[in-house]
C-alpha cells in the first residue's frame, strides 16, 4: 500500500503535502520549488509539466496549456501535438508529476491522495478530478473543499467556538465560506464563489493594458487597413505571451512596490524584435481591477447573509490564494468585514503561505484518514439547490444549498400523464424556479410502471450527497418497488473506456518519462566527470600512459552525442577508471 499524500491542484499552480513527524510539509517538486505551474506542453510526444512546459512556451506557445481547471467537468477537448486530450487528461499530466515528485522525495510508492477542490465545484467538475486523480494512478480517499482545508491548516479547528470566514481567491476560482468551529467540529454555514474568477482574469485584464500601450507605441509599425493596432498584437500568440508574462510579473511586483516597470522586446512589424517599455503605478492597477474585486465582495455579504450574521459575528477571516497578496484586495475585504484578515504569509501554517495552506490541509486530513491524527469532523454544505424537473419545466428543489452534507433527502411524486408506463428524471442544480435557468446533471429513466390515471402512480426521488459532495439520485415506483438510479457525471466527463485507456496513455508516458530522467542522470553524472577531466594537467602525463585516457574521454563523448542511458554510463565509468589511475601514478 503506498504513502497518502494531500494534493492542491490548482488552476495557475498546483503542490502536495505529506503528514511528518507530527505535522503537514510541503513536498518539493524536482526543480526545488514548492508549488509546480500548473502549465502542460506535449511536443513530439514528449510530456512537459511546469516551469519546462512554460520554457517552452516561449518558443512555441500555440502548444501550450494552461488554466485546464476552468475547463474541468465540460465537453472541452483539447488539441497538442496532433491528438485530442480532455480537461482530465491533461490534469492528470499535472498530477502525474506531483505524485512523481512526491515518490522521488518521499522514497517509496505514492498511490492515494487527499484531493482539494473549490467549495463551489458541481458534481461534474468533481467527477472530473476523480477522473484525473485514475488516469494519474492515484486513488482518491477524500475531496476536501479547498476553504475547510485552508481553515485545517491554520489551526482553527483547535479553537473552543469560533466563526471564521474562509476568502480564497486562486488563479481560476474564487470561494468564500463561513464556517462555525465548536470542539474540533467543522460546520460549514454557508459557502459561495465564482468557478470561473480569479488571478488569470487580472492577469488578462492587465495584458490588455500593456497592449494598448505597445500598440500606441508601435503604431507605424503595425499599420493595416483590416485590422486594428490592438487586435494585430493580440492575435499574435507569441506577443500575448510575452505580454502575458510582463503582466504577472507586473502584478507580483505591484503587490509590494509603488509602480512596477516593464521592459520586454516584442517582435512587431515583421522586423527585428523592438524594446517595449512602460510603466504601471499602483493606482493604475488598482483602478483597473476594481470591478473584479468588487465581484468578489458580492459572495460575501451573500455567504453572511445566508449565514444570518453580520461581519461583527465573525471572530477571525482568513485569506487564501496568491491574489490576497494584492494590497487592493486586502483593503476591500477589510474595509468590508471591519476586521483585518489574517493571510497566509502572517500565519504559522509551516512553510507553504498563501500558496500552500490549501495542501497543507489536505495533507493533515490525509493524516486523519490514516489513522496518525484524530480526525476532524467535518460538515461541509452543498453550494447549490439540487432537484428535479416537474411538468413544465418547473424546478423542484429536493436539497436546498448550503444543506450540511452527507445527506439523504426523498421527495413523492406522481405521474403527468394517463396510463404512464415510464417517468424521466431530470435532474438540475441552480437556484432560477424553470429549469432552463439551472444546469442540468444528469437524466435517466424508470420504466415499467403500472398503467394508472394520471396522479395514482407515486414515485420517490431519492437524492443522496456523500462527505465528498458526489450526488446519487435513485427513483422508485412505490407500487412494485422497480426502481432506477444514477450517480450524476454529467455531460464531457469521461466514460470509463476512455479513462482506461487515459491511464493506459499515461503509463505509456511514465516509461518514457522514467527512460528520459535516467538518461537525464547520466549526462549530468557524465558531465562531471568531463569536469573532473579538465582539473587533470596532461603535460605531465607521458603520451603512451595518457592513450586510455583520451580513447575513454571520445568514447564518452560519442556516447553523449546519442541517447542510450547505459551506454553513457558504462563510458561515464570507464573514464573514471582512467582519471583515477592518473591521479594515483603521476
Not at 468588487?294 to 485569506?319: A, C, F, G, W, Y
Not at 439551472?438 to 429513466?445: A, P, S, Y
Not at 535516467?518 to 582539473?535: F, S, T
Request: charged letters at 25%.
Amino acid at each position: 500500500m503506498g504513502k497518502l499524500i494531500g494534493i492542491d491542484l490548482g488552476t495557475t499552480k498546483s503542490c502536495a503535502a505529506v503528514w511528518q513527524d507530527g505535522a503537514p510539509v510541503m513536498i518539493p517538486n524536482r526543480e526545488g520549488n514548492r508549488t509546480t505551474p500548473s502549465v502542460v506542453a506535449l511536443v513530439g510526444g514528449k510530456r512537459l509539466v511546469g516551469e519546462a512546459a512554460i520554457r517552452q512556451a516561449e518558443l512555441t506557445p500555440e502548444r501550450i496549456v494552461r488554466s485546464i481547471k476552468r475547463e474541468m467537468g465540460t465537453s472541452a477537448r483539447i488539441r497538442m501535438d496532433g491528438h485530442q486530450y480532455s480537461p482530465a487528461e491533461i490534469s492528470a499530466m499535472i498530477l502525474r508529476q506531483l505524485r512523481e515528485d512526491a515518490e522521488e522525495y518521499l522514497g517509496e510508492p505514492v498511490t492515494e491522495a487527499v484531493i482539494s477542490v473549490p467549495a463551489y465545484f458541481t458534481d461534474a467538475q468533481r467527477q472530473a478530478t476523480r477522473d484525473a486523480a485514475t488516469i494519474a494512478g492515484l486513488t482518491v480517499r477524500r475531496m476536501l473543499n479547498e476553504p475547510t482545508a485552508a481553515a485545517l491548516a491554520y489551526g482553527v479547528n483547535n479553537e473552543p467556538v469560533s466563526k471564521v470566514m474562509v476568502y480564497d481567491l486562486g488563479g481560476g476560482t474564487f470561494d468564500v465560506s463561513v464556517l462555525d468551529i465548536r470542539d474540533k467540529q467543522i460546520k460549514v454555514l454557508a459557502t459561495a464563489g465564482n468557478s470561473r474568477l480569479g488571478g488569470d482574469d487580472i492577469d488578462r485584464m492587465l495584458c490588455e493594458m500593456l497592449c494598448r500601450r505597445a500598440a500606441a507605441q508601435f503604431s507605424g509599425l503595425l499599420a493595416d487597413g483590416r485590422q486594428s493596432e490592438e487586435s494585430l498584437l493580440l492575435n499574435s500568440p507569441q506577443i500575448t505571451g510575452l505580454l502575458t508574462r510582463a503582466a504577472v510579473g507586473a502584478k507580483i511586483t505591484l503587490s509590494s512596490e509603488p509602480e512596477a516597470k516593464v521592459s520586454v522586446m516584442l517582435p512587431v512589424g515583421g522586423k527585428e524584435p523592438v524594446l517595449f517599455e512602460t510603466v504601471v503605478t499602483r493606482p493604475e492597477f488598482e483602478q483597473l481591477i476594481r470591478p473584479l474585486i468588487e465581484m468578489t465582495m458580492e459572495p460575501v455579504r451573500q455567504v453572511l447573509s445566508d449565514s444570518h450574521l453580520n461581519p461583527e459575528d465573525i471572530n477571525k477571516v482568513l485569506m487564501v490564494g496568491g491574489c490576497t497578496r494584492i494590497p487592493a484586495v486586502r483593503g476591500a475585504l477589510r474595509l468590508l468585514m471591519g476586521q483585518q484578515p489574517f493571510v497566509g504569509d502572517d500565519l504559522s501554517c509551516e512553510d507553504g503561505g498563501c500558496e500552500g495552506s490549501v495542501a497543507l490541509g489536505a495533507a493533515l486530513q490525509a493524516a486523519a484518514l490514516n489513522g496518525e491524527v484524530s480526525e476532524p469532523v467535518f460538515l461541509d454544505v452543498t453550494p447549490l439547490t439540487l432537484g428535479i424537473e416537474t411538468m413544465g419545466g418547473v424546478f423542484s428543489p429536493i436539497i436546498p444549498r448550503n444543506t450540511t452534507i452527507p445527506v439523504k433527502k426523498t421527495a413523492v411524486y406522481t405521474t403527468a400523464a394517463n396510463f404512464q408506463t415510464s417517468v424521466e428524471i431530470k435532474v438540475y442544480q441552480g437556484e432560477r424556479q424553470m429549469t432552463r435557468g439551472n444546469r442540468l446533471l444528469g437524466n435517466f429513466k424508470l420504466t415499467g410502471l403500472k398503467r394508472a390515471p394520471r396522479g395514482m402512480v407515486q414515485i420517490a426521488v431519492t437524492f443522496e450527497i456523500d462527505a465528498s459532495g458526489m450526488v446519487q439520485v435513485t427513483a422508485r415506483d412505490l407500487a412494485t418497488g422497480r426502481a432506477q438510479d444514477i450517480v450524476i457525471t454529467a455531460f464531457g466527463n469521461l466514460s470509463r473506456r476512455e479513462v482506461e485507456r487515459a491511464v493506459a496513455d499515461a503509463q505509456r508516458y511514465a516509461r518514457e518519462d522514467h527512460a528520459r530522467r535516467q538518461e537525464a542522470a547520466c549526462r549530468d553524472a557524465a558531465e562531471a566527470v568531463l569536469g573532473r577531466l579538465n582539473e587533470v594537467n596532461r603535460r605531465d602525463i607521458p603520451r603512451e600512459s595518457r592513450r586510455g585516457l583520451d580513447e575513454a574521454e571520445k568514447r564518452l563523448r560519442r556516447a553523449l552525442k546519442g541517447r542510450d542511458a547505459e551506454s553513457i554510463r558504462q563510458a561515464s565509468d570507464a573514464l573514471t577508471v582512467e582519471i583515477n589511475q592518473m591521479f594515483y601514478l603521476f
